[in-house]
């Protein structure tokens, strides 16, 4: 007695799909993050970025310099440098566009956000809303 039966193939799994960069950085934003990476007194493998809450709108962003990539890291690779995003920021910044602007009175980096809700008249908190995904 033998067994004719075949067993059916097993359906492929789909490709998944391509996750989407979270920020990007514009020329100014990568230049001032490669002058930081060189000056900075200790090895430093990129600036990392958050979002906390505080502030009169209710949250503000946050850049450090990253001495280790996390492994709850979102690593973003722009223009020859690295950011590391703090996972519970992710959904705040995808879609963000960081920039860095230096005028007479003021130099920072700057986060031009589709999620932005608003912001406090200084300038140093928002409140956003999570990227629809």
């Not at 930081?36 to 503000?60: F, M, P, W, Y």
């Not at 690295?82 to 996972?87: C, H, T, Y």
């Amino acid at each position: 007695m033998n067994d004719m039966t075949q067993a059916s193939p097993t359906p492929a799994k789909p490709k998944p799909r391509p996750r989407p960069q979270v920020m990007k950085l514009t020329d100014a934003a990568a230049e001032r993050i490669t002058e930081l990476t060189k000056r900075a007194d200790s090895e430093i493998v990129g600036l990392r970025v958050g979002i906390k809450n505080g502030g009169c709108a209710g949250q503000s962003y946050t850049v450090e310099y990253a001495h280790e990539i996390r492994p709850t890291d979102e690593v973003v690779e722009d223009k020859g440098v690295k950011i590391l995003v703090d996972p519970k920021a992710v959904l705040f910044l995808l879609g963000t566009e960081m920039d860095y602007v230096a005028d007479t009175m003021q130099a920072q980096f700057v986060f031009n956000k589709p999620n932005q809700v608003s912001a406090c008249g200084c300038g140093e908190s928002v409140q956003l809303k999570p990227a629809k995904v």
